[in-house]
């Protein structure tokens, strides 16, 4: 059975920091491509980040130069880290994986950025 987990996510005050981590079981996690996507009220998900097998990254415009995808094949695990807060970045955060037609998602992490 395969499973995402993301975790991570809270509540931070403009400015601050967080780390996002998408844990994976059941995939062969070298092989896929990783991506985050967020959420927010209202709205439709959007690409925050992605990080192919090899670890070539994209980002989206607003958050670049503010945010880090990375992984850790050894540990199964995607990672976000996010620095310089908004508050539109306040959303639910999730992560995905894909290889070929596979394609696999977790059930999210909120971030809420608010003072």
């Known amino acids: 059975q395969v499973q995402l987990v993301e975790s991570g996510g809270g509540l931070v005050p403009p400015g601050g920091s967080l780390r996002l981590s998408c844990a994976t079981r059941?995939?062969?996690?070298?092989?896929?491509?990783m991506g985050w996507y967020r959420q927010a009220p209202a709205k439709e998900r959007v690409l925050v980040a992605t990080?192919?097998?090899?670890?070539?990254?994209n980002y989206a415009d607003s958050v670049k130069d503010r945010f880090t995808i990375s992984r850790d094949n050894a540990k199964n695990t995607v990672y976000l880290q996010m620095y310089s807060l908004k508050p539109e970045d306040t959303a639910a955060y999730s992560c995905?994986?894909?290889?070929?037609?596979?394609?696999?998602w977790g059930q999210g992490t909120q971030v809420t950025v608010s003072s």
């Open positions: 995905n994986a894909v290889f070929g037609n596979r394609v696999f």
């Open positions: 059941g995939i062969i996690f070298s092989l896929y491509d």
């Open positions: 990080i192919t097998r090899d670890g070539t990254a």
